[in-house]
């Protein structure tokens, strides 16, 4: 079995910062990339941030500048350092990591349970 939890979310307001962690735990052999979506109410599911277990990262136009992902392959932990939050970034934030279970195996896309984040005055 395989979990990923985060934490961190919560009400900021505008022009303010959250730091995102998110750990995955269980059977796990290697983890390759790891990356953040987010969902606002009526919207589809995107792609915040995403970074390879080499240290290679891409974000989405809309929190380039503002936002940092790193992560702590030690720990397999990701982490999302949101600074200069405006109301647009309002949404259900979601960890995932495309992990490999044992020696040889499949990858497979895994997904945490998702946190909050609400930005406002």
């Known amino acids: 079995q395989v979990q990923l939890v985060e934490s961190g979310g919560g009400l900021v307001q505008p022009g303010g910062s959250l730091r995102l962690s998110c750990a995955a735990s269980g059977s796990i052999f290697s983890i390759n990339a790891m990356g953040w979506y987010r969902q606002a109410p009526g919207k589809q599911r995107e792609l915040v941030a995403a970074i390879t277990s080499g240290g290679s990262t891409n974000y989405a136009d809309s929190v380039k500048g503002r936002f940092t992902i790193s992560r702590d392959n030690a720990w397999n932990a990701v982490y999302l350092q949101m600074n200069s939050l405006k109301p647009e970034d309002t949404a259900v934030y979601y960890c995932?990591?495309?992990?490999?279970?044992?020696?040889?195996?499949?990858?497979?896309?895994?997904w945490g349970q998702g946190t909050q984040v609400t930005v406002s005055s």
């Open positions: 995932n990591a495309d992990l490999v279970r044992s020696y040889g195996g499949n990858s497979y896309n895994y």
